[in-house]
């Protein structure tokens, strides 16, 4: 290490803490954050790209990654920073005995030096860093898609929800035209009264179920509103449809799509910052040089005399080894760590494409076969009791039965598009834009 004289009572002295000073007091104010584009919450009727849009802005998670972006990007700033050239300032042979005794004697030294650093520490430090910020970048855009995707289930949650809803309360009207028929039928002499008991029931039944249903509904509202950073939901509805007529695309074409996802760029700048991680380590084992370049004041004389050091650590015993070595492993980790992660979401992508190709058959089935039928049972049950040709129970029978039939259409439905936007965040694109061979669903169904 080189050293530096300090003397108290020289111009050269008075001059160099003046610079000190100054350059001490040249600090940078620290960026004031430009306020965020704001977006009103909406209210009234949602629609999904409405939820879309302000879940982008206003997300508390989505925003704490924006930050992870800037911090990366600070730390690239930093990496890139030369190191600051040192100011030393030396006095000897002074305060002692004889000769030395004041300050006739002393020699001042000023010093300014310099660490030049060598073996590439700042390129690499700087790659380093850069990568660091492509990193932070794929997994804002990963964490983007992956709430948008939540946002999209959530968002067919409610209006699963407003479907079921408007079914159960079809049935509480459907059970008080019943009751109003029972009566009728009970104050003509036709049917006993345990008719209109049993009418009774069963229209209390359905107003609790339909009571239920408001309650998925609350919370359901909630849930979404809760996605986009909202305590209490303002919208009153959400405006869309549980019956998509978009094909399916080939699996080849979603396994491509795959891997341009950014969980997988990710991890390919990860990797590859690792690899400048091990060159930033070894380059580290290079010794880096200090030079110092300055005068020295003889108090005796009045002379001055240039001055001029070198200083170098010998790597006789730590040549970062350790950290070398640790770096390389984290390497091979990082390698690791990727093919396990592509290997899940290939796994998650065909057992999803699996799923949602049996739910498409499923649908069709239920639309095809069981809702036509029970729609059919129904009507013609209700037409046969009008007229005397059959009993309560056989109208009861046949209501429930359409009833459950819709039900679970608008459950499969809704399992249908859930699984379907589960898909496209593997892909991490609309599934519309690529190539496909697979049938839509029947609009004729």
């Known amino acids: 290490m080189y050293r530096f004289s300090k003397r108290k009572q020289t111009p050269l002295l008075l001059f160099t803490l003046a610079c000190g000073s100054l350059l001490a007091s040249a600090t940078p104010d620290d960026p004031t954050d430009a306020n965020p584009p704001h977006i009103g919450e909406p ?26 972006e800037r911090i990366a990007e600070a730390e690239t700033l930093q990496a890139g920073l030369l190191p600051n050239p ?11 005995s004889g000769e030395s005794s004041g300050f006739d ?30 990193v932070s970048r794929f997994a804002y855009e990963t964490a983007r898609i992956q709430l948008l995707t939540d ?11 407003q479907e079921e809803l408007d079914l159960l309360q079809e049935n509480v ?61 303002k919208f009153t509805s959400a405006s869309g449809e549980l019956r998509r007529s978009i094909a399916l695309p080939t699996i080849q074409s979603l396994r491509q799509a795959f891997e341009r996802h950014p969980e997988r760029l990710r991890w390919a700048s990860r990797i590859e910052q690792q690899r400048q991680a091990v060159a930033l380590e070894k380059s580290k084992a290079v010794p880096d040089l200090t030079v110092g370049v300055g005068l020295k004041h003889f108090n005796s004389n ?3 005399s240039g001055v001029v050091q070198f200083s170098m650590p010998l790597p006789l015993f730590d040549r970062n080894q350790g950290d070398i070595r640790k770096a390389r492993e984290q390497l091979g980790q990082a ?52 007229e005397g040709k059959a009993n309560y129970l056989e109208v009861i029978d ?32 609309p599934l519309s834009e690529l190539p496909t061979d697979t049938p839509q669903l029947n609009e004729n169904n």
């Not at 000023?110 to 860093?129: A, C, D, Y």
């Not at 946002?151 to 929800?161: E, M, N, P, Q, Y």
């Not at 990727?338 to 069709?364: C, K, N, P």
């Open 43 to 68: 209210q009234g009727t949602l629609t999904l790209r409405e939820a879309y849009a302000y879940a982008l802005v206003n997300s508390p998670g989505l925003a704490a990654f924006a930050y992870e």
């Open 86 to 96: 040192e100011l030393e300032v030396e006095v000897e042979e002074f305060g002692g």
């Open 105 to 134: 004697s002393a020699e001042s030294t000023v010093l300014l030096g310099q660490l030049l650093e060598l073996g590439g520490k700042r390129k690499h430090r700087v790659s380093h860093s850069k990568l660091g910020e492509d």
């Open 151 to 161: 946002i999209s289930k959530a968002f067919v949650a409610v209006l699963a929800a």
């Open 173 to 233: 009207q459907l059970a008080e035209e019943a009751l109003a028929g029972a009566e009728t039928r009970v104050d003509s002499g036709a049917a006993s009264p345990l008719e209109a008991l049993k009418a009774q029931s069963v229209l209390a039944s359905e107003v609790i179920s339909a009571r239920q249903a408001e309650r998925d509904l609350d919370t359901a509202r909630r849930a979404l509103s809760e996605l986009y950073g909202s305590d209490e939901p």
């Open 302 to 304: 009045e002379n001055l």
């Open 335 to 386: 390698r690791e760590n990727a093919r396990a992660s592509r290997t899940g979401i290939l796994a998650a992508l065909a057992g999803t494409y699996r799923q949602i190709e049996l739910l498409q058959t499923e649908v069709e089935s239920i639309e095809r076969d069981l809702l036509r039928t029970a729609q059919s049972v129904q009507e013609k049950t209700f037409r046969a009791y009008e």
């Open 398 to 429: 046949a209501q429930r039965m359409y009833a459950e039939a819709r039900i679970r259409h608008n459950e499969t439905l809704v399992q249908y598009n859930q699984t379907f936007f589960e898909l496209e965040g593997l892909v991490g694109r």
